[in-house]
């Protein structure tokens, strides 16, 4: 990995952070508690880590419907880039393009 890639990396995990931050923050503010400093610290602590189970379940739901939905993308696809006869190009069926 280039040191630009890295940099970009280090740079979308730290705007990743921020915005878990912010939405933590929002999170204790939405609650309509009154915490002290270290009660804010533990609530905000278990909002991130309970929003990385939320978000990995997500991301598990999507796989899963993803690799249904995948073969009859194939199978459609086959239909469409089938080849009719001998010496003849892939079939496009699709509609042409608005200009």
């Known amino acids: 990995m280039t040191p630009e890639q ?3 990396m280090r740079q ?9 931050t912010r ?9 309509g508690l ?9 609530f905000e602590s278990r909002y991130i880590q309970e929003r990385r ?5 997500l991301r598990q739901q999507i796989q899963t419907e993803r690799q249904k939905e995948i ?6 696809l086959r239909k469409e880039f089938q080849i009719d ?3 003849k190009g892939p079939v496009s ?7």
């Open 6 to 8: 890295r940099n970009i």
């Open 12 to 20: 979308r995990e730290n705007m990743r952070r921020q915005i878990m």
């Open 23 to 31: 939405d933590a923050d929002s999170a204790v503010r939405d609650s």
């Open 34 to 42: 009154q915490l002290n400093p270290q009660e804010r610290a533990r």
């Open 53 to 57: 189970k939320v978000e990995q379940s």
């Open 71 to 76: 073969p009859a993308l194939i199978q459609q």
């Open 85 to 87: 006869e001998p010496g």
């Open 93 to 99: 069926k699709s509609a042409p393009s608005p200009k």
